[in-house]
């Protein structure tokens, strides 16, 4: 296919991106970005295509990866630094407040009992991951595939969360 004849395929199936553009981005300025961020992509990865494919289907490809891209690239940005000083005050005369450790003292032992109320064949799995050891080292301790443990500890987990109940 030649430059000319992908240019005018481009330019005759490309109207359809900007709803779809405007429904991933809900921003119009941000769709319009999109729409050429992915027209740009399009024409840069013309020998990609392949005759008598779906160009609709490869467009929407192509601008839903920028989209998600730009996302994941976005959410990575946010992270919040605190510049503040770190000055703390000693000896404030003011009213402290308490914690209410027995209670907290007995929401920890239910969660030992329903630990340790687990059948052995989830409880010792799950104990070594709770302690800090990873999948493939709780494997190789109890000589069980990879597979076996990390089913036997996300089972654990759901008879826990069903045991336990919320505050």
Not at 46 to 51: Q, W
Not at 92 to 119: C, F, M
Request: a positive charge; hydrophobic letters at 40%.
């Amino acid at each position: 296919m030649s430059s000319l004849e992908f240019n005018q395929l481009l330019v005759n199936n490309a109207e359809f991106l900007k709803p779809f553009a405007i429904t991933l981005t809900r921003d119009s300025e941000a769709a319009k970005d999109l729409f050429q961020e992915t027209l740009y992509r399009a024409l840069a990865n013309k020998d990609k295509y392949n005759v008598g494919t779906n160009i609709k289907a490869w467009l929407y490809t192509i601008m839903r990866n920028i989209f998600i891209n730009n996302y994941r690239r976005k959410s990575k940005q946010k992270t919040i630094f605190d510049n503040t000083p770190n000055e703390f005050i000693l000896n404030n005369s003011q009213q402290a407040v308490v914690s209410g450790t027995a209670e907290s003292n007995l929401r920890i032992k239910d969660i030992q009992a329903a630990i340790y109320n687990l059948p052995d064949l989830f409880r010792n799995p799950f104990l070594l991951y709770f302690e800090g050891f990873k999948y493939h080292e709780i494997a190789d301790m109890l000589r069980e595939p990879l597979g076996t443990i990390k089913s036997r500890i996300h089972f654990a987990r759901k008879l826990l969360k069903s045991q336990i109940q919320p505050f």
